[in-house]
């Protein structure tokens, strides 16, 4: 099996937890999702995680999210 290559957008979401838990609703919706640690230099948050996400993808991604309940931010200048 393959691993799939993202094209580099990211949405921040804070704790492990949530990056898990929002991976796992997007796997359901068939949506391809990685978790990665982002640093502090990204948003002056300290560590944090992060979904990596096709960039087509990430608007349906993000309206997924919002629908659960799952607060994101897009990360900028993650290409």
Do not use: H
């Amino acid at each position: 099996m393959e691993a799939k290559q993202t094209s580099g957008c990211a949405i921040a979401l804070g704790s492990l937890n949530r990056a898990i838990r929002a991976r796992d609703l997007l796997a359901s919706a068939a949506l391809f999702s990685k978790i990665i640690k982002a640093d502090g230099k990204l948003s002056n948050q300290g560590c944090f995680y992060a979904l990596e996400v096709p960039c087509a993808s990430l608007k349906k991604a993000l309206d997924l999210l919002r629908r659960a309940g799952i607060k994101g931010q897009v990360l900028p200048g993650r290409k």
